[in-house]
């Protein structure tokens, strides 16, 4: 049974950064893997994605260049780090995992088939 545990979410002032961490059981490292998040009253919407077992990412517009998406295969664990946070990033993120190779359909959350229960990211201004 494939199980995400996300953690690293908190409130932090405009510019700042978080570092999101995913921990993952019951998958293998060729799982297909993103973050995608989900304000109050909005449509959950995907982050970003990572190729199963190597570093060829994907990002949405809205935070390319701002976060990265990696992962420590040994660890089982999916990071996001966020920078120069802004408040329009606040909502709540999660960590999906699928075993398809679905990595590059990160804008369709309704095709992955397992989330954890998210972690609140919150961003003053």
């Known amino acids: 049974q494939v199980q995400l545990v996300e953690s690293g979410g908190g409130t932090v002032q405009a510019g700042g950064s978080l570092r999101l961490s995913c921990v993952v059981s019951?998958?293998?490292?060729?799982?297909?893997m993103a973050w995608f998040r989900q304000a109050v009253g909005k449509e959950r919407e995907g982050v970003a994605s990572?190729?199963?077992?190597?570093?060829?990412?994907l990002y949405d517009n809205s935070v390319r260049g701002r976060f990265t998406i990696s992962q420590d295969i040994a660890k089982n664990t999916l990071y996001l780090q966020m920078n120069d946070l802004k408040p329009e990033d606040s909502a709540m993120y999660y960590c999906?995992?699928?075993?398809?190779?679905?990595?590059?359909?990160?804008?369709?959350?309704?095709?992955?088939?397992?989330w954890g229960k998210g972690t609140q990211v919150t961003v003053s201004s």
């Open positions: 999906a995992a699928d075993p398809g190779s679905i990595w590059t359909q990160y804008k369709n959350p309704r095709i992955w088939s397992h």
């Open positions: 019951g998958a293998t490292s060729r799982y297909s």
């Open positions: 990572i190729w199963p077992g190597s570093d060829i990412q």
